[in-house]
């Protein structure tokens, strides 16, 4: 297998460092040259994939030097030559619907649809540069106001039209109306955008088939969340591109509780698409148009998708037919880890390709290739573009295109290099999960006798998933001596619907108490110090940090990045995407005033420092101001940092410098035996 990389390393730490002795310092007091300027350098973001008709990838990335700006950027047609911006510099590529948006981008041919972060409309663009129309040029109406997005949008060729989910905050700003609808792409006046499905709480994946004559999509209604309960249709298109006929493929049984996603058409006109029926694990599925009945292409106890927070996942595709077999190329986890793999239409199962990336988000297909967005221990998150030998379809070359960091092997022999842990939860018989990174940098040692603080970090949604990668924000602490662990509690996704479904109504519970547990576990088998305990979480984790400060003691600081502290007002205040998510997560009246750390601030007994960005609309920032002032009312050290221009979750490199810096600070000073060396 070959294996390539497109952008150069200025420098790599001399091999030296394994010749020479190693300095003794305690823990936390290392020196290291991953520095937080490092880190907010590398904290580009990737917001999807396609290619064009030439078959080059294009990529959406976030830019933290360009204050968060997203920028579409086509590949070089020769190795190791640079990246092409496509989006011109008055324009950021970003759609804010449901909050946190996806999709906001595809290409057909040589032309971009793509939706404007400021006004929120969309343009159209031509990637050709000859062309007349390289300059973007508006489709939809200005109302004034950034009031309607647009998000997971895909062409109809038949119409001369462009499908996409719209989201209209006109009539009510808390409470929008989500539609399908059909934009016109013709060189004419603009005009507002036609509705072609409505009637539902919200909507996914419209994707029209070859020929234009059908539409599939993915449904779902409040109270639930896309991965509760959804359904997925597909109508017929008239001879006018209006919807005459449609029929419910999954998800409309009563009795059968499923949550079916990303819908996809083969060339041949067949529909695919996953879900979690039965065993409660999202598989693979094929519909059969003539009886409408399913079947799975394949069943394994993993997941073939992932929660749809944001729009534009993309875990499989269609391979072009080799020898006369058509195969599938998807993505699946299991046990906490990401394969690629196979299936043709003879096989059982997945024949899996070897690649380095043991953790993958999205496939694009390209023309004699295809891409992957993924990560690895030791490789950050990034994109590459793989070619298959075409007889045996093994992998003959795997070449990174995009890195988040690519100056990362200038510090390769500082990375600390994660395990998989599971630990007793506090239920008997239950198990949980975490990724473990040890303290370690290779001119330092501590004494013998002494062990290290710990940092766990409880991650967002909390229907979310932490990974084993590379990410120098973690090797920041490891390499300066700390240890730190990513924990995957009950309710966290990867494992399957029952493990997911551990949170129902016990949110501020089962999650706290993983966190505790996952801490003790590494006390006991004398992994860290448990006089040096420290916590923090963005978001959902954020709270997670909150709860446990305030109903355990396990911990001795905390961090809270735009976490939760009152539920009531959070539901109140909630974005219709989770106005009703934390209903189905908490429970009765009783149990929101019960699990709202705000109520019982008498019981805080550890300095906590907070951040917050200003223009948050998912977590306003009066969740912050309101724990804030009631622990210095009380007379706890507390500390609340505010960003203006940051939403929810921080895209600007001075803010996520500040940020990391300032919690380096404020957990040394409280659990440090030590001086912070930079």
């Known amino acids: 297998m070959a294996s390539s990389v497109s952008s150069s390393v200025s420098k790599e730490v001399p091999e030296v460092v394994d010749q020479l002795e190693k300095i003794t310092a305690p823990y936390g007091s290392w020196k290291s040259p991953i520095t937080a300027d490092v880190v907010s350098g590398a904290s580009k973001r990737i917001g999807g994939t396609a290619v064009d008709d030439s078959g080059r990838l294009i990529w959406l990335e976030s830019r933290p030097s360009e204050s968060g700006r997203e920028v579409l950027v086509k590949e070089p047609e020769k190795l190791g030559d640079e990246p092409i911006d496509i989006t011109p510099k008055e324009f950021s590529v970003r759609t804010t619907a449901q909050e946190y948006g996806g999709g906001a981008f595809m290409i057909s041919g040589d032309t971009i649809v793509f939706s404007n972060f400021e006004d929120q409309r969309l343009y159209k663009q031509s990637i050709n540069p000859s062309s007349s129309h390289s300059s973007p040029r508006p489709l939809t109406p200005d109302y004034g106001e950034p009031l309607v997005s647009y998000a997971d949008g895909v062409f109809d060729l038949r119409f001369n039209r462009y499908i996409a989910v719209r989201e209209d905050r006109r009539n009510n700003s808390s409470s929008p109306t989500t539609t399908i609808v059909s934009i016109g792409l013709e060189e004419k006046a603009i005009e507002d955008p036609e509705v072609l499905v409505e009637g539902s709480d919200f909507y996914a994946f419209p994707r029209v088939d070859p020929k234009g004559k059908r539409i599939a999509w993915i449904q779902w209604y409040h109270p639930n969340m896309p991965w509760d309960k959804s359904e997925l249709w597909v109508g017929y298109l008239s001879e006018n591109g209006k919807i005459n006929k449609r029929v419910c493929v999954a998800g409309c049984d009563p009795e059968l509780v499923e949550s079916p996603t990303e819908p996809k058409w083969s060339s041949e006109g067949e529909l695919f698409f996953v879900t979690d029926r039965k065993s409660g694990f999202w598989n693979l599925y094929k519909w059969f148009e003539a009886d409408n009945e399913v079947s799975p292409v394949y069943s394994l106890n993993a997941e073939f998708s992932r929660p749809l927070w944001v729009f534009g996942i993309n875990s499989y595709g269609f391979l072009p037919g080799h020898q006369g077999e058509n195969y599938i190329l998807c993505s699946y986890r299991q046990h906490g880890r990401s394969y690629l793999g196979l299936v043709?239409?003879?096989?059982?199962?997945?024949?899996?390709?070897?690649?380095?990336?043991?953790?993958?988000?999205?496939?694009?297909?390209?023309?004699?290739?295809?891409?992957?967005?993924?990560?690895?221990?030791?490789?950050?998150?990034?994109?590459?573009?793989?070619?298959?030998?075409?007889?045996?379809?093994?992998?003959?070359?795997?070449?990174?295109?995009?890195?988040?960091?690519?100056?990362?092997?200038?510090?390769?022999?500082?990375?600390?290099?994660?395990?998989?842990?599971?630990?007793?939860?506090?239920?008997?018989?239950?198990?949980?999960?975490?990724?473990?990174?040890?303290?370690?940098?290779?001119?330092?040692?501590?004494?013998?006798?002494?062990?290290?603080?710990?940092?766990?970090?409880?991650?967002?949604?909390?229907?979310?998933?932490?990974?084993?990668?590379?990410?120098?924000?973690?090797?920041?602490?490891?390499?300066?001596?700390?240890?730190?662990?990513?924990?995957?509690?009950?309710?966290?996704?990867?494992?399957?619907?029952?493990?997911?479904?551990?949170?129902?109504?016990?949110?501020?519970?089962?999650?706290?108490?993983?966190?505790?547990?996952?801490?003790?576990?590494?006390?006991?088998?004398?992994?860290?110090?448990?006089?040096?305990?420290?916590?923090?979480?963005?978001?959902?984790?954020?709270?997670?940090?909150?709860?446990?400060?305030?109903?355990?003691?396990?911990?001795?600081?905390?961090?809270?990045?735009?976490?939760?502290?009152?539920?009531?007002?959070?539901?109140?205040?909630?974005?219709?995407?989770?106005?009703?998510?934390?209903?189905?997560?908490?429970?009765?009246?009783?149990?929101?005033?019960?699990?709202?750390?705000?109520?019982?601030?008498?019981?805080?007994?550890?300095?906590?420092?907070?951040?917050?960005?200003?223009?948050?609309?998912?977590?306003?920032?009066?969740?912050?101001?309101?724990?804030?002032?009631?622990?210095?009312?009380?007379?706890?050290?507390?500390?609340?940092?505010?960003?203006?221009?940051?939403?929810?979750?921080?895209?600007?490199?001075?803010?996520?410098?500040?940020?990391?810096?300032?919690?380096?600070?404020?957990?040394?000073?409280?659990?440090?035996?030590?001086?912070?060396?930079?």
């Open 344 to 678: 043709g239409d003879t096989q059982s199962s997945p024949s899996l390709l070897d690649i380095p990336f043991s953790d993958i988000d999205n496939i694009t297909i390209g023309k004699h290739c295809f891409y992957v967005e993924g990560a690895s221990a030791f490789h950050p998150p990034s994109i590459a573009r793989v070619t298959l030998e075409e007889k045996n379809l093994k992998v003959v070359e795997f070449t990174i295109i995009w890195s988040s960091s690519p100056d990362i092997l200038t510090y390769k022999s500082y990375f600390s290099t994660p395990r998989l842990i599971e630990f007793a939860t506090e239920v008997p018989g239950e198990k949980a999960y975490a990724y473990f990174y040890p303290p370690f940098n290779p001119l330092y040692h501590s004494c013998e006798d002494e062990k290290p603080p710990l940092l766990l970090e409880s991650h967002g949604g909390p229907t979310d998933e932490s990974r084993g990668i590379l990410n120098l924000r973690i090797q920041y602490w490891t390499s300066r001596g700390w240890a730190f662990v990513n924990v995957n509690y009950g309710g966290s996704s990867g494992y399957g619907r029952d493990y997911r479904e551990r949170l129902l109504r016990k949110w501020g519970i089962v999650d706290v108490n993983d966190c505790c547990s996952c801490a003790k576990y590494l006390v006991d088998s004398g992994a860290v110090d448990a006089e040096r305990l420290c916590i923090a979480g963005e978001s959902a984790g954020g709270y997670t940090t909150l709860a446990a400060l305030a109903f355990r003691d396990t911990f001795k600081a905390g961090a809270s990045l735009y976490g939760i502290a009152d539920l009531r007002m959070l539901s109140a205040d909630m974005h219709k995407f989770e106005s009703h998510y934390i209903d189905n997560l908490v429970g009765g009246e009783r149990d929101y005033y019960e699990r709202s750390p705000i109520n019982f601030v008498e019981k805080f007994y550890c300095p906590i420092i907070l951040f917050q960005g200003l223009d948050d609309k998912v977590v306003p920032p009066i969740q912050a101001r309101k724990i804030y002032e009631a622990l210095k009312e009380k007379g706890m050290p507390v500390a609340l940092i505010e960003y203006e221009g940051e939403q929810h979750g921080f895209r600007k490199a001075e803010n996520i410098k500040f940020t990391l810096e300032q919690q380096m600070l404020f957990f040394a000073r409280l659990v440090g035996r030590f001086e912070v060396a930079d």
